[in-house]
T-cell receptor
Framework: EDQVTQSPEALRLQEGESSSLNCSYTVSGLRGLFWYRQDPGKGPEFLFTLYSAGEEKEKERLKATLTKKESFLHITAPKPEDSATYLCAVQENDYKLSFGAGTTVTVRA | DAMVIQNPRYQVTQFGKPVTLSCSQTLNHNVMYWYQQKSSQAPKLLFHYYDKDFNNEADTPDNFQSRRPNTSFCFLDIRSPGLGDAAMYLC?????????????FGQGTRLTVV
């Protein structure tokens, strides 16, 4: 059973068209939920950590939120340079870090 | 300024020939992870260390082994690579207990099996 599910698999946006990515999880003993950005052929780049329901974090055009069962990554007025795969991961009490399959975002100029 | 360094970036090995991938960190983190990532798929956890305590995932093939001789270094050994083992291998570290538990990744090693 998948512990971390991301949707949609792919998202094509026009520059300036805001949207949201979803990450739902089913782990118990959540130590933290993380968002990463991954460019082709590179390792994931850390974006945000969320620890408890209600928490929000922002960085430039990205905003991450967390509830008890899911997290959202909101992209406001995206630019072509925001094109990437966005990965969600959850860390459990034993420090195991499990990833979702990611959402590939393409922003067209 | 690099914090998690993987070597080499690209590795070509022959079918069945043992290969070792290396990872080093300058963060002094307690936890080190090895992931396998195939094209358009989620990174799949192979194993992780908390200090010297080794944690193997149940579905990690016996063909994959790991060593962590000290805090800074961790190695992934593939004893007899098959064509299905061609993938990106990612090393990551995280602090362990306390706050700021995010994991930081290296740039990966792209393994090709010929």
């Amino acid at each position: 059973e998948d512990q971390v599910t991301q949707s949609p698999e792919a998202l094509r946006l026009q520059e300036g068209e805001s949207s949201s990515l979803n990450c739902s999880y089913t782990v118990s003993g959540l130590r933290g939920l993380f968002w990463y950005r991954q460019d082709p052929g590179k390792g994931p780049e850390f974006l945000f950590t969320l620890y408890s329901a209600g928490e929000e974090k922002e960085k430039e055009r990205l905003k991450a939120t967390l509830t008890k069962k899911e997290s959202f990554l909101h992209i406001t007025a995206p630019k072509p340079e925001d094109s990437a795969t966005y990965l969600c991961a959850v860390q459990e009490n034993d420090y195991k870090l499990s990833f979702g399959a990611g959402t590939t975002v393409t922003v067209r100029a | 300024d690099a914090m998690v360094i993987q070597n080499p970036r690209y590795q070509v090995t022959q079918f069945g020939k043992p290969v070792t991938l290396s990872c080093s960190q300058t963060l002094n983190h307690n936890v080190m992870y090895w992931y396998q990532q195939k094209s358009s798929q989620a990174p799949k956890l192979l194993f992780h260390y908390y200090d010297k305590d080794f944690n193997n995932e149940a579905d990690t093939p016996d063909n994959f082994q790991s060593r962590r001789p000290n805090t800074s270094f961790c190695f992934l050994d593939i004893r007899s690579p098959g064509l299905g083992d061609a993938a990106m291998y990612l090393c990551a570290t995280s602090k362990g207990p306390g706050s700021n538990t995010e994991a930081f990744f290296g740039q990966g090693t792209r393994l090709t099996v010929v």
